[in-house]
């Protein structure tokens, strides 16, 4: 069974992203690696790996992204599909999820360090396992060898440290339940006191106290949302960086460079 594929792409506010003021372009979404379009990036790596697939993008206005080449073409071609982002990113998926229906992968347009390979290995996870829905992560010595400066915030749990990979496989509309753990943000990181209000006090204690291995913190997240959550932990570390800001931008750009020219 073939997925759709929702690439999110909207602004999280109406402030402009520092990275986008500094690129000179409106949305995040619009900045350029190695001289194309983040969000053209995903999309055409996301068309290429399943060329079945229906693709979504989720923004608030399409018109911003529209003449972007490779969203052009996939628009002309009816293999793109815009939904309108909301105000918050649980509200778009659940929103985007009534027209592209279920399985769904879910990435970000930022996903700029996404590949064929993990992207199918998230899709034979999904098929494969009986998860309603699956987390990809890699872990922080994969994430430090694939680039030193790639990522400074990790999830530190009994065996070892991990980064989320923005790529989501919700196998069912059970699965959106789930999506509610980043109603405040999702940045439990950084902000103790959002993950309580998400997640509950025993899965902030569990996490501080480092008695949980990642596997055991994603039971107790399936007992507490009522939904099976597994997570996919990955060899590839450059899965995990993401361009959130200038640093990210170069560490993204000298990843791909390196392989270029590799």
Not at 66 to 89: D, F, N, Y
Not at 141 to 170: T, V
Request: aromatic residues 8%; contains cysteine; proline residues 4%.
């Amino acid at each position: 069974m073939t997925p759709g594929i929702l690439v999110l792409a909207g602004r999280r506010s109406s402030t402009l992203d520092p990275l986008a003021a500094t690129m000179g372009v409106s949305h995040k979404a619009l900045v350029p690696v190695r001289g194309e379009a983040m969000v053209g990036r995903v999309l055409r790596i996301a068309a290429e790996t399943f060329p079945d697939a229906p693709l979504f993008v989720s923004i608030e206005d399409f018109s911003v992204i529209s003449e972007e080449p490779t969203v052009k073409w996939l628009h002309e071609a009816g293999r793109l599909t815009m939904v309108e982002a909301q105000h918050h990113i649980v509200d778009s998926i659940v929103a985007a999820s009534e027209r592209t229906g279920f399985p769904l992968l879910i990435t970000t347009a930022d996903n700029v360090l996404m590949t064929p390979e993990g992207l199918r290995a998230m899709v034979a996870a999904g098929l494969e396992g009986d998860a309603d829905a699956v987390v990809m992560l890699a872990e922080r010595a994969d994430i430090m060898a694939a680039h030193p400066d790639g990522q400074r915030r990790f999830y530190r749990f009994r065996g070892g440290a991990y980064s989320n990979c923005n790529l989501f496989w919700l196998g069912s509309p059970r699965a959106l339940n789930a999506t509610e753990s980043f109603r405040y943000g999702g940045q439990f990181a950084k902000r103790k006191k959002d993950a309580v209000r998400a997640l509950g006090l025993t899965a902030l204690f569990l996490y501080l106290s480092r008695l949980v291995t990642i596997e055991g913190m994603f039971r107790h997240f399936s007992r507490r949302f009522r939904v099976r959550l597994t997570p996919l932990v990955v060899a590839d570390g450059r899965l995990a960086i993401d361009v959130d800001n200038e640093r990210t931008h170069r560490v993204a750009e000298e990843i791909l460079d390196r392989e270029a020219n590799a």
